[in-house]
T-cell receptor, first 112, second 111 residues
């Protein structure tokens, strides 16, 4: 069982609300990632981090922002949620950029 | 940008049969990995094959890699109902942005 945790698992929220999706790992990994995945579809990288104080945007443009103040914590924030943000958000970490990635259980976000 | 492309998109077989999924990719890689995703959950790592390897086994899983054709296959032998899931290939080029995933193959094992 991977030591990476996401909360909440499910979130239904109204348009315009600010939300933060939490992701924590206890493996001491420097690399952390956020992917967005619509049901039955591929994963799209939206943010990644090399380590503390490092954040980069991924291939898929996203209105969300991330921070990496501590090694173990990589939260994702949406300042003003919209229905187009409805999706599943998956957090992952790895020891190296090319080694095995460990995934959290995901947060399924619905914006109404 | 998308790197891996799985084939077929969906596969339904009887329990006990073997399931084969294929993955093609476009650029040079450091390694190729296969992951499983149960419905609505996170991904679980299955197996990693390095670019200088041609075949790898893990339990009922067998992975092959042909770097000249930029393709890989995942074979699951003696399938079980619990193998029902989506299977993704992911390529690692060693770049800082980690792995790139394909669209996945949705596998259904009929009991």
């Amino acid at each position: 069982e991977a030591d990476i945790y996401q909360t909440p698992r499910y979130l239904v929220i109204g348009t315009g609300k600010k939300i933060t999706l939490e992701c924590s790992q206890t493996m001491g990994h420097d690399k952390m990632y956020w992917y967005q995945q619509d049901p039955g579809m591929e994963l799209h990288l939206i943010h990644y981090s090399y380590g503390v104080n490092s954040t980069e945007k991924g291939d898929l443009s996203s209105e969300s922002t991330v921070s990496r103040i501590r090694t173990e914590h990589f939260p994702l924030t949406l300042e003003s949620a919209r229905p187009s943000h409805t999706s599943q958000y998956l957090c992952a970490s790895s020891g190296d950029s090319w080694s095995e990635a460990f995934f959290g259980q995901g947060t399924r976000l619905t914006v109404v | 940008s998308q790197q891996g492309e799985e084939d077929p998109q969906a596969l339904s077989i009887q329990e006990g049969e073997n399931a084969t999924m294929n993955c093609s990719y476009k650029t040079s890689i450091n390694n190729l990995q296969w992951y499983r995703q149960n419905s609505g959950r996170g991904l679980v790592h299955l197996i990693l094959i390095r670019s200088n390897e041609r075949e790898k086994h893990s339990g009922r899983l067998r992975v092959t890699l042909d770097t000249s054709k930029k393709s890989s296959s995942l074979l699951i032998t003696a399938s079980r109902a619990a193998d029902t899931a989506s299977y993704f290939c992911a390529t690692g080029s060693g770049g800082a942005d980690g792995l790139t995933f394909g669209k996945g193959t949705h596998l259904i094992i009929q009991p």
